[in-house]
Structure formats: C-alpha cells, structure tokens
C-alpha cells in the first residue's frame, strides 16, 4: 500500500512540471495577445489622428485652397479646362525678364547670405569672444522678426533721408545725401543678406557640434594650418549641415515678398511681385495662379532637397 502510494506521489512530482510549464505558457499566450491587440487599437487610433488632421486641419486650410488654386490655372475664360493661362504667362514678354531678376536676385541674396552665415557660425563656434552668447541668441530671435522691419529700418538709417546718410552729408557738407542705393537691387540685396544670414548660422552651429574636436587637434598636431584643417575637416563633417541651412536660405529668399514690396522698383519685376501684380492690377487671376503654381513647384524641389539633406544630417546625427 506504501508502495502504490509513494508511486502515485512520484508521478505527480513527474506531472507538476509539466502542468506548470502549460500554464506559463498559457499566460504567455494571452499576454502576447493583448499586447497585439493594444498596438492594433494604437495603430488605428493614429490613423484616425492623422485623418481628423487631414480633414479638418489641412483640408479646409492647405488641400484645398491649393487644389483651387491648380484648377483656376487650368480654367479657360469659359470654365472649361485650359492652359491659356500657363501660354499667357510664359509668353508675356516680360516673363524672361522676370525669371532672369528672380534668379539674380536670389543667387546674390542668398549666395551672399550663405557664406556670411557659415562664417559667422564658424566664429562664433571656433573663436568665441565675450558676448558670442548673446549674439547667438539674438540671432535666433532675429529669425521671428517681419523682412519689411529690416527693409524699413534700413531706409531710416541709409535711405536718402536716413539717419546715417544725413549724418555723412553734414560730416563732409555734401550739396546732397551721399547714400542712395536701397530701392532697387542692391538695397533688396543688402536687406535679404542681413535677414536670411541668420537662417543659415543655426543650422551651421548645429553641425559643427557634432564635430570630434579630437579630429581638429590630430590634424593641427599633424602640421596642418588653420585653412587646411577648416578645408580638409571641418567642412566635410560639417557639410550637411551647411548644405541645409543653404538651401533654406535660396528657399526663403525665393519665396521673399515684403522686402521686395517695400524696396523694389518699377523696373525691378521678380516673379512674386509680378503675381502679386496679375492678381491685383490686371485682375488676370488665371494668369495670377499659373504663376502662382510654377512658383509653388519651385519652392517644392528646393523644399525637397532641403528635407533630403536634413535627414541625411539626422542620420549621421545618430
């Protein structure tokens, strides 16, 4: 009777194991499940997030106002579907030498504001002076500033009757005030240079950073000067970075109106200036949005690529 007893405990010790293991298993099972189940409901409580935003952040305030703007381009002056708009457009005249101011306008302003930018950032990351912080930060809220306050406060410093101007003219009793360049292209330059340099110090100093400063200290211990090391080193670490912050400046200073309309001339006609004109004095609103979407596909690939290198830089970030 012992025997048959201990025999029946023995194989319960055999079974416990086994019981136990199902069990773990079992929990396992339904823990798995319910963590499946509550990324699903995540999954589709962001989808319905990002639909909500669709439809009711940028339908009613991007989608659609730019689906009405394609379809008035392609509108004929019957309602039918036409690109007599995009054939007035290009074949104005006037249209090559619009794209020729543009396309000047924007490679000085933002050439001249790139390179002042870079080495702007440069000095201020590899030769801080008392106050770079502050002047860092000043750039930064530079950047929340309207463009048509710079232009303005350009004209009451250098404009004819500036403060600087009437000073000069007193200083050296000048017959008439010796600065007046602002309206017209070299004024729209300068104001575009002082406000989208800072554009590009931001995302320069972000990049220089990252750099190993170790990599500086091999290449100067190896006899290399301060060009080289800036050439051979620092900029290609420090390219990506640059390369952003430049095409954000060719990209802001394409889409750039207020500075244009406070300094610009009669005789100095820049694609915004020359829709904004279709739109408001001819009342050629076709015209005006054929315009409007080549300018929109402009800033587009220029907004692409901006994208492209950025998140190549947040990769090498990582």
């Avoid at 189940?37 to 009711?56: D, I, M, N, Y």
Wanted: proline share 5%.
């Amino acid at each position: 009777m012992s025997s048959s007893f201990d025999l029946e405990r023995a194989s319960a010790a055999v079974q416990a194991p086994s019981v136990m293991t199902t069990m773990q298993e079992a929990a396992l099972a339904s823990d798995a499940k319910e963590r499946r189940a509550h990324r699903r409901r995540r999954e589709w409580g962001a989808r319905a997030h990002l639909v909500f935003v669709a439809l009711v952040v940028l339908g009613p305030l991007v989608l659609y106002p730019l689906a009405r703007l394609v379809l008035l381009s392609l509108t004929g002056a019957h309602g039918e579907a036409s690109v007599h708009a995009y054939a007035a457009f290009f074949s104005n005249p006037d249209a090559s030498g619009v794209f020729a101011t543009t396309v000047a306008i924007v490679f000085a302003s933002a050439g001249i504001a790139s390179v002042l930018g870079v080495a702007l950032a440069a000095l201020l990351f590899f030769r801080p002076f008392p106050g770079a912080a502050i002047v860092t930060r000043f750039l930064e809220l530079f950047v929340a500033f309207p463009s048509f306050l710079v232009a303005f406060t350009l004209i009451f410093l250098y404009g004819s009757q500036g403060a600087v101007s009437i000073a000069l003219q007193q200083l050296f009793h000048l017959s008439a005030p010796p600065l007046n360049f602002l309206f017209g292209a070299g004024g729209i330059v300068l104001a575009e240079v002082v406000f989208y340099a800072p554009f590009v110090v931001r995302p320069t100093l972000a990049s220089f950073a990252q750099i190993d400063m170790r990599l500086l200290e091999a290449a100067r211990s190896l006899g290399a000067n301060g060009f080289m090391v800036a050439w051979r080193v620092v900029a290609p670490l420090a390219w990506p970075g640059i390369a952003a912050g430049t095409i954000l400046c060719f990209l802001l200073t394409l889409n750039e109106f207020g500075i244009l309309l406070v300094l610009g001339s009669a005789h100095l006609v820049t694609l915004p200036v020359a829709i904004y004109s279709s739109a408001t004095v001819d009342l050629d609103l076709p015209v005006a949005a054929a315009g409007a979407v080549v300018m929109l596909a402009m800033s587009l690939s220029l907004y692409a690529l901006y994208r492209s290198v950025d998140r190549r830089q947040a990769m090498g970030a990582r």
